[in-house]
């Protein structure tokens, strides 16, 4: 498997990690008959740091599927270079560390390892194009 799979394996668990965070968040403030139920019922906006956890994840879900698309483009064409691999390292590191900042409440720097992470990706998407 490429370094580039394993790191695409790596950001599919951290989004995992980060779908249980967020239903567990929400969880302990519904109660377990909101979780199990339909949810129709309004519910009142969830607290501070659950709704980070909540809106991070969602987040997190916007990017996820070009960083899979970038991945898995790159290996169709079997291009796995160092742009490859700096890219998904800096996708899935720039992700974790933009988790841990929007959770805490430390805005701007944050956006800092947004764009870490999109600069990432965009790295790999453009490796197909620009290696010989």
Do not use: C
Not at 22 to 37: H, T
Not at 39 to 44: N, Q, S, V
Not at 98 to 111: A, E, F, Q
């Amino acid at each position: 498997m490429s370094n580039e799979l394993m790191l695409l394996v790596a950001a599919s668990v951290w989004g995992f990690v980060q779908l249980v965070a967020a239903a567990q968040s929400a969880n302990v403030q519904y109660g377990l008959k909101w979780a199990a139920s339909a949810r129709d019922a309004e519910m009142p906006p969830l607290k501070p740091i659950p709704g980070r956890i909540n809106r991070n994840f969602r987040n997190y879900m916007e990017t996820f599927p070009f960083f899979v698309a970038a991945v898995l483009v790159a290996h169709a064409a079997d291009v796995h270079n160092e742009l490859t691999l700096w890219g998904s390292v800096a996708y899935v590191a720039g992700r974790v560390v933009y988790t841990v900042l929007y959770v805490s409440g430390i805005p701007l720097v944050r956006s800092l390892f947004w764009n870490v992470a999109a600069f990432g990706m965009l790295a790999v998407f453009a490796a197909p194009f620009v290696s010989n």
